[in-house]
């Protein structure tokens, strides 16, 4: 299965997929901890502890991945393929995804009752706030979108020039 999964996504496609099996178990560490001084529960370090067992077997998959054989041919997400400009795209594109996110954990954690009291009252701070949330969140999707535009189009120039008879994509 491993062997199949790198073959159709490349080895570093394939490593950013499988870190699945340790990213979510710490996700739910981080947001579990934060509720475990209150409801005193045991939840948060069995999830670290499964995050950080998974982390180990995460690891030991990446340590034997180069010796599984990959047909050549063009991987998206491959960074020795990669062209410069679709490095800079993606790093790019990577930067706004976690903007984004930040904003959303930011947003998913704070108490939103007195901003809403504070905007119904009409005072200008948390007005000016509220604007540059939106801003900001406006702006990462704007960028993520643009990026990711220039990524495929820097990946579609990498694989017509790897395949000549291929013609450029169009955008």
Partial sequence: MVNRLVERYGRTGFAAISSVIWFFPMAAW??????????????????LAIGLVMLVVWLVILSRINRIPVTPRPHRFDLGQM????????????AFVCGLIAELNGA?????GPMGTA?????????????????????????????????????????????????????
């Fill in 83 to 94: 062209s410069t400009g679709e490095k800079r795209w993606m790093l790019g594109w990577f």
């Fill in 108 to 112: 998913a954690t704070v108490d939103w």
């Fill in 119 to 171: 905007l119904a009252a009409g005072e200008a701070g948390p007005i000016l706030l509220a604007i540059g949330l939106v801003v900001f969140g406006l702006v990462m999707v704007a960028g993520i979108w643009y990026t990711w535009r220039r990524a495929s189009r820097a990946y579609a120039m990498r694989i017509s020039s790897s395949r000549p008879d291929a013609a450029p994509a169009a955008r």
């Fill in 30 to 47: 981080a947001g579990s901890f934060d509720l475990s001084p209150m409801d005193k529960t045991p939840f948060p370090w069995i999830a």
